[in-house]
């Protein structure tokens, strides 16, 4: 019983002491290896992958003329930009909102992007 007790102290004071953005990155990466997700800084340039996270950001691109719809989703690890290609909105797309997502990783400007990637809205935020 003294290892349980310990334990249970234990968490609870890392969760008084803690910054809240790492115990929120800390239960989006948990979250998001049980949806079976990869972490995002395990992820490789050229690999078909899903992600599990939080869209921090959502954003209009207007490049070119050819207008392109970019959202950050942090997963406690790394962020992953998702870019649609043509497209303006997407309904259910906005930050705050937890997204499960699937494409092959590219890199653009040092960071990490799904391009036109598969994804599902979550019901609820972990």
Request: net charge neutral; glycine share 10%.
């Amino acid at each position: 019983m003294g290892t349980k007790g310990d334990g249970y102290w234990h968490r609870l004071v890392k969760r008084l002491t803690t910054d809240v953005d790492q115990l929120d990155a800390d239960d989006l990466s948990t979250h998001a290896e049980a949806q079976g997700a990869r972490r995002a800084c395990d992820c490789r340039s050229g690999e078909e992958v899903t992600v599990f996270g939080r869209l921090r950001t959502v954003e209009l691109c207007p490049r070119d003329a050819a207008a392109t719809l970019e959202a950050e989703l942090f997963d406690g690890t790394e962020g992953v930009t998702l870019v649609w290609l043509g497209r303006r909105r997407i309904p259910g797309i906005e930050p705050g909102r937890t997204v499960k997502a699937q494409g092959r990783i590219a890199v653009r400007d040092g960071r990490k992007v799904l391009y036109n990637p598969y994804y599902e809205l979550q019901q609820t935020a972990p």
